[in-house]
């Protein structure tokens, strides 16, 4: 169907809504199956005054735009009007045969889920608000529904996904969490085989916790390994303990049932008020500290420290915590040696330097977070032929208490 990305927008009269069908439709919504979807979008569409509309949910690597209509294709994010919508979070009017389709993005909180496609025949500020609305509602959907439908999980699949990185994922926060204070994004590789590497965040009232990991080997145990010692730390802080008892909670969990096994990592904690980072470094490669487009060298550096698990005569004594100002602005990197130990084609790794300069490029460009790290694990699978040798993961979080 040719497409053009022109904008268009045309100014027309408001119209009634049938305020009961709507009502029903949303409350019919709430013990709607996945599947049913659709169908259900569609019949909202049509009370709202709009033509027809299409979800289209954002597969596990962030390349494609798949539709829950399964007569639909998908659709490529770095090269379709539906991927403009995706990657700026803002919306898109092109041109069709049959009118107009406006491309809406699909936003849980501060995570990407997708793009809404709504077809219309004109379009003016009325059925632009509308759409905006319908988008709303359905992201809320889809995240309320995806928590225990598998359906949703296999049709944002491509690949088929091994055991270790199924029970691994099943312990994973959304890619993307925020307040208007503070955001944190991460990306991990590969997807459908990562064994060891995992993620965490989470805001808590006006505190940002973060934790990236990575635990020896890459098997089930490697994969059982990480996830203990996330339930740990969740398990620590949910209790409301802080960071040094996250920490602990971590070493004893894997000590007691996992004795054999160990993982690096960090876990921070940044006072989204204050600015005040906390960290502690388990044997982990150092956070950075990105500040006006520069990487401040060795800001987040401090003494080494033994990683997690750590069990007899190995066990550690006191973890230490470390602590620093933020400044506006100021974005945090957490990363595995997976990413900067990548190998292209002449042997040659893709290193600290490249990686760094990407996500600084990347940010005066005006990219989003989430953004800056889908186009850098893009580059980094590029660089290694899209067969990574070890898992890769990086997690972002940026201090804005601008935006406030």
Same mark, same amino acid.
């Given at each position: 169907?040719?497409?053009?990305?022109?904008?268009?927008?045309?100014?027309?009269?408001?119209?009634?809504?049938?305020?009961?069908?709507?009502?029903?439709?949303?409350?019919?919504?709430?013990?709607?199956?996945?599947?049913?979807?659709?169908?259900?979008?569609?019949?909202?569409?049509?009370?709202?005054?709009?033509?027809?509309?299409?979800?289209?949910?954002?597969?596990?690597?962030?390349?494609? *735009?798949?539709?829950?209509?399964?007569?639909?294709?998908?659709?490529?994010?770095?090269?379709? &009007?539906?991927?403009?919508?995706?990657?700026?979070?803002?919306?898109?009017?092109?041109?069709?045969?049959?009118?107009?389709?406006?491309?809406?993005? %699909?936003?849980?909180? &501060?995570?990407?889920?997708?793009?809404?496609?709504?077809?219309?025949?004109?379009?003016?500020?009325?059925?632009?608000?509308?759409?905006?609305?319908?988008?709303? *509602?359905? #992201?809320?959907?889809?995240?309320?529904?995806?928590?225990?439908?598998?359906? *949703?999980?296999?049709?944002?699949?491509?690949?088929?996904?091994?055991?270790?990185?199924?029970?691994?994922?099943?312990?994973?926060?959304?890619?993307?969490?925020?307040?208007?204070?503070?955001?944190?994004?991460?990306?991990?590789?590969?997807?459908?085989?990562?064994?060891?590497?995992?993620?965490?965040?989470?805001?808590?009232?006006?505190?940002?916790?973060?934790?990236?990991?990575?635990?020896?080997?890459?098997?089930?145990?490697?994969?059982?390994?990480?996830?203990?010692?996330?339930?740990?730390?969740?398990?620590?802080?949910?209790?409301?303990?802080?960071?040094?008892? #996250?920490?602990?909670?971590?070493?004893?969990?894997?000590?007691?049932?996992?004795?054999?096994?160990?993982?690096?990592?960090? %876990?921070?904690?940044?006072?989204?008020?204050?600015?005040?980072?906390?960290?502690?470094?388990?044997?982990?490669?150092?956070?950075?500290?990105?500040?006006?487009?520069?990487?401040?060298?060795?800001? *987040?550096?401090?003494?080494?420290?033994?990683?997690?698990?750590?069990?007899?005569?190995?066990?550690?004594?006191?973890?230490?915590?470390?602590?620093?100002?933020?400044?506006?602005?100021?974005?945090?990197?957490?990363?595995?040696?997976?990413?900067?130990?990548?190998?292209?084609?002449?042997?040659?790794?893709?290193?600290?330097?490249?990686?760094?300069?990407?996500?600084?490029?990347?940010?005066?460009?005006?990219?989003?977070? #989430?953004?800056?790290?889908? %186009?850098?694990?893009?580059?980094?699978?590029?660089?290694?032929?899209?067969?990574?040798?070890?898992?890769?993961?990086?997690?972002?979080?940026?201090?804005?208490?601008?935006?406030?």
């Amino acid at each position: 169907m040719p497409v053009s990305d022109a904008p268009h927008q045309f100014p027309g009269p408001d119209t009634a809504v049938d305020e009961h069908g709507l009502e029903d439709l949303i409350i019919e919504a709430q013990t709607a199956l996945p599947v049913e979807l659709p169908a259900l979008a569609n019949r909202c569409a049509s009370v709202l005054g709009l033509d027809a509309v299409a979800i289209y949910l954002v597969d596990l690597q962030q390349r494609l *735009l798949v539709p829950l209509d399964e007569s639909l294709e998908p659709l490529v994010v770095n090269r379709s &009007s539906a991927g403009w919508a995706y990657r700026t979070v803002a919306p898109r009017v092109a041109e069709a045969e049959d009118g107009l389709i406006v491309w809406m993005p %699909l936003v849980d909180g &501060s995570e990407r889920l997708g793009v809404l496609a709504v077809r219309t025949a004109s379009l003016d500020v009325v059925r632009m608000r509308r759409s905006r609305i319908l988008a709303h *509602l359905l #992201a809320m959907l889809i995240t309320s529904k995806r928590a225990y439908s598998d359906w *949703l999980a296999a049709r944002t699949r491509t690949a088929t996904m091994r055991l270790p990185a199924e029970m691994l994922r099943a312990f994973l926060p959304p890619h993307t969490v925020g307040s208007t204070r503070c955001v944190s994004t991460a990306v991990l590789e590969p997807a459908y085989d990562v064994a060891g590497d995992a993620f965490d965040h989470s805001v808590v009232k006006n505190v940002l916790h973060t934790m990236i990991l990575d635990s020896m080997g890459h098997d089930l145990t490697a994969g059982l390994t990480t996830s203990v010692a996330m339930a740990a730390a969740r398990n620590a802080r949910r209790g409301g303990g802080g960071l040094a008892d #996250a920490v602990s909670a971590v070493d004893e969990a894997l000590a007691q049932w996992l004795p054999d096994q160990f993982c690096t990592g960090v %876990l921070c904690l940044l006072d989204a008020e204050a600015g005040v980072l906390r960290w502690v470094n388990c044997g982990h490669p150092p956070p950075l500290l990105i500040r006006a487009e520069r990487v401040l060298a060795g800001a *987040l550096d401090s003494p080494p420290q033994p990683p997690l698990g750590l069990a007899g005569p190995f066990a550690p004594g006191a973890r230490k915590v470390h602590e620093s100002k933020l400044e506006p602005g100021d974005c945090v990197l957490l990363y595995t040696d997976g990413v900067v130990e990548a190998r292209g084609a002449d042997g040659a790794e893709f290193g600290l330097d490249r990686f760094t300069d990407f996500i600084i490029r990347s940010n005066a460009a005006g990219q989003r977070p #989430a953004e800056v790290l889908r %186009l850098l694990i893009e580059a980094v699978l590029e660089y290694q032929c899209d067969r990574l040798r070890d898992d890769a993961t990086i997690v972002l979080f940026e201090w804005r208490p601008q935006y406030q």
